[in-house]
């Protein structure tokens, strides 16, 4: 491919017309490249700059870029603030949302990659389409399913004359809303990984007697793991930033903490307190990330090539 | 071992079948609640009525919501489609320089929370100066859904013979030519999945609409507003229309995609 990129079969016929080529075909993936580039660093980039400089202003203030304070970490560090509690909350659900789209997602991605056939094409679009829906709507039809009179708690009454357990409210409802809504972003990266796993690898492993716990663990998560670890990358990131599902799955019984970040923004109006807690998220999101981009990279040293 | 194989088998597709009907009992859930008759939604529904979905057809404020929605659904759309056409190019048609880390870069707003990429715009907006309307919306929506569309585009471009332009120019076609006769009906596949994903994901969105919007409110707020405070089954009639619509744009793409790599393959 690097070959046609930089030198082009007419290189021995015309070399002064080819120098100029190359010399475009050099620059061209950077010029193709600088829209992207240009909206990044004013959508992206320049944002949180600018949260960075907030959580570094006086506490209640708009004075952004001129003031220079660390109250704002003091005050989120001072053993009387419970905002740690947030912080805690939202990183435990990502987690067991984690674990637990691990298990939901594997034999559905296991299907996809190597089962479902022609019918896969048709089965991802029915994995792919709720992302299409407004999150709130989907979530809001849970509260419809299990709220007192809804769904669940009308047919238990009419069929076996019970009441329907009351999960609405509760932690558990909003795991579950969590591994819900983020179960395509577990899902494909997945079926992606274990589709990379060549099946005459597991053909010739059968052949030489290996059991199926022996080629599961030996064979395909050990090369479907790259996958693996961008949907868990992906699901858990994104899982700790959520916050629809503690609002209307949760009813508010538990604050996460881009909860706490949206109530410093709106009902406290302390800017830079909100600023200051996003960007302790944003560290903690980094380190998860590098952490984890630094672990696909060994797998894939040792797993694959 | 051939037994337990179907066995596997069958366990598999009940999972997924499984599954695939918890995905759409909220959606169920939502057109059940607003085909009753009654304000407040109770199950089994005791009397059924298509009132609540004249009076949201009729509404005023709702009509007003959805063309905001529609206009910032397409000012993204076509604007997405054109940047993350070339950062696709970029992404993975050409070897330069900086593409391994470019390729990473373009991930980066994808792995980010939108809820607080919301409140950074807001607090960018803000410092620069900027008013919020639908205008800044777009370009909330841009940050996220032009990396996706990169994504989306790139994957048709992995497949694509750079050799084909080579061949075009070295025939004498020149840049306009080769870009009009010979990248863009290759690439159209890609391109249109990716305009499909903008105006979708769009449309669908939230986190980034409530900070960014301003005075203009989309559909997503607007449901948001009155699932917190002062429900209606207008609230549900309005989630199921807006899924219908979604659901009718995505089969109207994929409809025109299948003709597109039909004609494709027979080399027209």
């Known amino acids: ?305 | 071992m051939e037994q337990s194989t179907k066995r596997t088998k069958a366990l598999i597709a009940a999972w997924t079948a499984f599954v695939v009907v918890a995905i759409y009992m909220p959606v169920a859930c939502g057109a059940l609640a607003s085909v009753g008759k009654g304000r407040y939604f109770t199950f089994p529904i005791r009397a059924w009525s298509s009132d609540w979905w004249t009076r949201t057809l009729d509404s005023i404020e709702i009509g007003q919501l959805v063309r905001t929605s529609l206009l910032i659904a397409a000012c993204v759309t076509v604007v997405a489609v054109v940047i993350g056409f070339f950062g696709a190019l970029a992404f993975a048609r050409y070897q330069w320089l900086g593409r391994r880390t470019f390729q990473k870069i373009v991930l980066l707003p994808i792995f980010f929370p939108q809820p607080v990429l919301g409140l950074a715009l807001l607090l960018w907006f803000n410092a620069i100066g900027v008013p919020l309307s639908w205008q800044t919306a777009v370009v909330a929506h841009l940050v996220w859904i032009v990396p996706v569309v990169t994504l989306v585009i790139a994957t048709q471009v992995y497949s694509f013979d750079p050799t084909l332009e080579e061949a075009a120019f070295d025939l004498g076609a020149s840049r306009w030519q080769v870009m009009r006769e010979v990248t863009l009906p290759i690439l159209w596949p890609g391109i249109w999945s990716g305009a499909l994903f903008a105006f979708l994901l769009s449309w669908g969105n939230f986190p980034l609409s409530l900070y960014t919007t301003g005075a203009d409110s989309t559909v997503p707020e607007w449901l948001y507003a009155k699932m917190v405070a002062g429900y209606t089954p207008m609230v549900p009639t309005l989630g199921t229309m807006s899924t219908i619509g979604a659901a009718l744009a995505l089969m109207f793409g994929w409809i025109a995609l299948t003709v597109a790599r039909r004609r494709q393959q027979s080399g027209g």
């Open chain 1, 1 to 305: 491919m690097s070959v046609a990129d930089t030198a082009s079969p007419a290189a021995a016929v015309a070399p002064a017309v080819v120098n100029e080529r190359q010399l475009r075909l050099l620059s061209a993936g950077a010029r193709c490249a600088l829209p992207v580039a240009i909206l990044l660093v004013l959508g992206f980039v320049a944002p949180l700059v600018t949260v960075i400089a907030y959580s570094f202003a006086e506490p209640r203030s708009f004075t952004v870029f001129r003031t220079f304070t660390l109250e704002n970490f003091a005050s989120i560090f001072d053993p009387a603030n419970t905002v740690w509690m947030s912080f805690v909350w939202s990183l435990a659900l990502a987690a067991f949302t984690v674990a637990a789209l691990a298990v939901v997602a594997y034999p559905i991605a296991y299907g996809l990659a190597r089962l479902f056939g022609r019918w896969s094409g048709l089965v991802s679009v029915l994995f792919v389409f709720p992302l299409f829906i407004s999150e709130n709507v989907r979530l809001y039809g849970w509260v419809l399913f299990f709220i007192k009179g809804g769904v669940l708690d009308g047919t238990l009454k009419t069929l076996l004359d019970g009441a329907g357990p009351e999960v609405l409210f509760t932690p558990g409802a909003i795991l579950f809303g969590m591994v819900y809504v983020y179960l395509p972003f577990m899902l494909f990266p997945m079926t992606l990984g274990l589709s990379l796993v060549p099946r005459d690898l597991v053909e010739a492993a059968r052949d030489l007697g290996a059991s199926r716990l022996q080629i599961w663990r030996e064979i395909e998560l050990p090369l479907a793991m790259p996958g693996i670890m961008v949907g868990m990358l992906l699901t858990f990131v994104l899982a700790v930033g959520a916050v629809a599902e503690a609002k209307v799955l949760g009813g508010q019984s538990i604050i996460v903490i881009t909860h706490d970040i949206e109530i410093a923004f709106t009902y406290a109006q302390n800017w830079p307190l909100g600023s200051a807690l996003a960007v302790l998220l944003m560290l903690i999101i980094a380190a998860v990330t590098l952490f984890a981009l630094s672990k696909l990279d060994l797998d894939r040293i040792l797993g694959r090539r």
